[in-house]
């Protein structure tokens, strides 16, 4: 199995999870970066670090895009677009001018896995409107335990 592979694998186990905000629980709650942060828990076996709290409108009021320096930190360089693999991060602003605020985890050419605000974790068809909203493509860092 590749690490790309293993990293779905694990994403895909929280699908149904309840969309909960700051969540990060498998099974109980979670929203987009508490799905990143579970897999990543279960992938290197500790939290990617602290998580300040934040509201759900963070990224309009703070207009930071903490979410893109989290990736940069924590993932290294965004690849490009079309260089995206399964398992990686992706990472979406809903408008050009605004700060990123969406994280899912591709899991194919044509599908993504996130959890959708007054839903669940789920997977979504990676269609024209969610394609050009990427704003970075991250790789989950070596060493993966695969």
């Known amino acids: 199995m590749t690490a790309g592979e293993r990293i779905v694998q694990l994403a895909e186990g929280w699908i149904g999870t309840p969309y909960r905000h700051q969540g990060a629980t498998k099974g109980v709650g979670c929203d987009c970066i508490g799905l990143i942060r579970g897999v990543w828990r279960e992938v290197y076996g500790e939290e990617p ?7 759900p409108d963070w990224a309009e009021r703070s207009g930071e895009e903490r979410l893109l320096e989290a990736g940069l930190r924590l993932f290294g360089p965004s ?4 260089e995206a693999q399964a398992g990686d991060l992706l990472l979406f602003r809903w408008q050009t001018g605004c700060a990123a605020k969406h994280a899912g985890i591709l899991k194919d ?4 896995i996130h959890a959708y605000e007054q839903a669940a974790v789920t997977c979504s068809a990676l269609v024209p409107s969610w394609r050009r909203r990427i704003a970075a493509v991250h790789r989950f860092p ?4 695969c």
Do not use: M
């Open 109 to 112: 050419d044509q599908h993504f």
């Open 49 to 55: 670090g602290p998580v300040p709290a934040y509201a």
């Open 142 to 145: 070596e060493p993966l335990d």
């Open 79 to 82: 690849l490009l677009i079309g």
